[in-house]
């Protein structure tokens, strides 16, 4: 083969593999544009215990008892929910806070104070989630002082426990998306008394 006839078939073969390469990165790009991704939803920011600071107006602080032995309390934004505190009157003995959107509806974050019961409510969650997440509370010293277990079936339908010293537990189960986010708020806002140490 001569030098010129080598010259045009590494042309043909050049252009021919330029155009194959075109068309396929334009498929591609075509092909991505047409299928539906699934929403991403963002996992909430995880507490950091730290101590109280005064509470915000328009901010209510509910939380432990005074004698109790982790004097965790929550800031509860006094527009936006309806708070109902309750008490156990059979063994494990516990108490603890309802809190519902103002707006209505059955979402519900329940905030329980006492000897916490492993509910395999929780797994069932966990194993029919599209996505879950389990982390690590820590104060602000970065001491472990809980665990926070998050996920959601679909978008619209959230769930959440977060578990703080084995002693106080905050719980949603499949809520919409903006309920999720004012009690991941409610969670977020985990604090201590200014007396109390980890």
């Known amino acids: 083969m001569d030098d010129d006839a080598q010259t045009r078939l590494w042309l043909i073969v050049s252009v021919a593999g330029g155009v194959f390469l075109v068309l396929s990165l334009g498929y591609l790009h075509l092909s991505g544009r047409t299928s539906e991704k699934p929403p991403t939803v963002a996992t909430p920011l995880s507490p950091i215990v730290s101590v109280c600071k005064e509470v915000?107006?328009?901010?209510?602080?509910?939380?432990?008892?005074?004698?109790?032995?982790?004097?965790?309390?929550?800031?509860?934004?006094?527009?936006?929910?309806?708070?109902?505190e309750g008490e156990e009157d059979a063994p494990p003995f516990a108490y603890g806070f309802g809190i519902r959107p103002q707006a209505g509806g059955e979402s519900f974050l329940e905030i329980s104070y006492g000897p916490q019961r492993n509910w395999s409510d929780v797994d069932r969650k966990r194993a029919a989630s599209e996505r879950v997440a389990k982390r690590i509370i820590v104060d602000d010293?970065?001491?472990s002082v809980g665990e926070d277990d998050w996920g959601y079936l679909e978008p619209e339908r959230r769930w959440?426990?977060?578990?703080?010293?084995?002693?106080?537990?905050?719980?949603y189960g499949f809520v919409n998306a903006?309920?999720?986010?004012?009690?991941?708020?409610?969670?977020?806002?985990?604090?201590l008394l200014p007396s109390q140490t980890l």
């Open 56 to 84: 915000v107006p328009g901010m209510n602080r509910i939380g432990a008892r005074p004698g109790d032995r982790y004097m965790l309390q929550f800031d509860v934004p006094v527009k936006s929910v309806s708070v109902h």
């Open 141 to 143: 010293q970065g001491r």
């Open 160 to 171: 959440r426990r977060a578990r703080f010293q084995g002693w106080v537990q905050a719980e």
């Open 178 to 191: 903006k309920d999720a986010d004012l009690f991941d708020e409610i969670i977020k806002s985990a604090c």
